[in-house]
């Protein structure tokens, strides 16, 4: 997967979360959750984003740590939905999926990143 290709799933992944937001509960809980999900969700594609444009291999290895932060807590949030009963398990399956694949994309480029020695600018997927 390239950088272009992974640029347009984080977008897609953000989108999606945005519509899930929209269609939560308006209860305090529901609100907060919203909130922290949608920080969280859309944050995944604005920092791979900065990552593709690191200065240099620790640049990007810090800023894709920050995507990694993001996309895990992104799922942390949506198994919060689940466990507190404001979101039903099924109709999130897909985007938790598509979540679990980010992050192990990202986790692996970080890896990649740390033994290659070549500029950042290649490593990046």
């Known amino acids: 997967m390239n950088a272009e ?3 347009s799933r984080t977008k ?3 989108l999606r979360i945005i519509r899930l937001a929209e269609s939560l509960p308006k209860s305090s809980s529901g609100r907060v959750l919203s909130t922290q999900l949608l920080r969280a969700g859309t944050s995944v594609g604005s920092n791979y984003r900065s990552a593709c444009r690191a200065k240099s291999r620790a640049d990007f290895v810090a800023k894709m740590g920050t995507v990694e932060e ?3 807590e992104s799922l ?3 198994e919060l939905l689940i466990e507190a009963r404001l979101a039903k ?3 999130l399956v897909d985007l938790r999926k598509e979540g679990t694949e980010i992050l192990s994309i990202v986790v692996s480029s970080i ?3 740390h033994a290659s020695k070549e500029p950042a600018s290649r490593t990046a997927i």
Do not use: G, V
């Open 5 to 7: 290709e992974l640029k």
């Open 12 to 14: 897609q992944f953000a």
């Open 70 to 72: 993001e996309c895990d």
């Open 76 to 78: 942390y949030w949506m």
């Open 89 to 91: 398990p099924e109709s």
């Open 111 to 113: 890896k990649t990143a």
